[in-house]
T-cell receptor, first 107, second 115 residues
Framework: KNEVEQSPQNLTAQEGEFITINCSYS?????LHWLQQHPGGGIVSLFM???GKKKHGRLIATINIQEKHSSLHITASHPRDSAVYIC?????????FGKGTLLTVNP | EAGVAQSPRYKIIEKRQSVAFWCNPI?????LYWYQQILGQGPKLLIQ????????DSQLPKDRFSAERLKGVDSTLKIQPAKLEDSAVYLC?????????????FGPGTRLTVL
């Protein structure tokens, strides 16, 4: 059983749409990271959160520790947002990565 | 500020051959990570260094994989001999320290194809 489940696995949207990517995890954690991976490999850390909500530009991340669930939202999506978004809960100083959600935003 | 550097970017070898990857972390970062990312999956931690000491190598296949960070800066990851299932992207990351609050900065990765 995967410790980290992301949904959907693939998501196609039109430019301007509101995007939601979900992450559920089964282990107790101290924090959760959201990362972005563009084609070619480069991974960039977007958020680290342990409670509540964080906002950075058009990106919003929320977490519910009791329900072991986190969401990443993108408002007014743009083709440059096309990438793989990875959820990574952390415990015992170690990250466990989800398989990622492939987002494609069409113009 | 220069990012995490990795080389080579691509490598194609035949099974049973050996291969080595190199990583130069961000200056001043004490913690260095090697991850294996198989196509369609998230990265899996292979080994974590704190300066030149190993913090976690529990998922490193030690019969064929080895890694070192002798001077606490650059690191090399070696596979000997390679198997078909080792085909993956090998990612190096570094952070100021081992805390989960320390952001990990990733290199571009080395894409390994084993034929």
């Amino acid at each position: 059983k995967n410790e980290v489940e992301q949904s959907p696995q693939n998501l196609t949207a039109q430019e301007g749409e509101f995007i939601t990517i979900n992450c559920s995890y089964s282990v107790g954690i101290s924090a959760l990271h959201w990362l972005q991976q563009h084609p070619g490999g480069g991974i960039v850390s977007l958020f680290m959160l342990s409670s509540g909500k964080k906002k950075h530009g058009r990106l919003i991340a929320t977490i519910n520790i009791q329900e072991k669930h986190s969401s990443l939202h993108i408002t007014a999506s743009h083709p440059r947002d096309s990438a793989v978004y990875i959820c990574a809960p952390s415990s015992n100083y170690k990250l466990t990565f989800g398989k990622g959600t492939l987002l494609t935003v069409n113009p | 500020e220069a990012g995490v550097a990795q080389s080579p970017r691509y490598k194609i070898i035949e099974k049973r051959q050996s291969v080595a990857f190199w990583c130069n972390p961000i200056s001043g970062h004490a913690t260095l990570y090697w991850y294996q990312q198989i196509l369609g999956q998230g990265p899996k931690l292979l080994i974590q260094f704190q300066n030149n000491g190993v913090v976690d190598d529990s998922q490193l296949p030690k019969d064929r994989f080895s890694a070192e960070r002798l001077k606490g800066v650059d690191s090399t990851l070696k596979i000997q001999p390679a198997k078909l299932e080792d085909s993956a992207v090998y990612l190096c990351a570094s952070s100021l320290g081992p805390s989960i609050a320390d952001t990990q900065y990733f290199g571009p990765g080395t894409r390994l194809t084993v034929l």
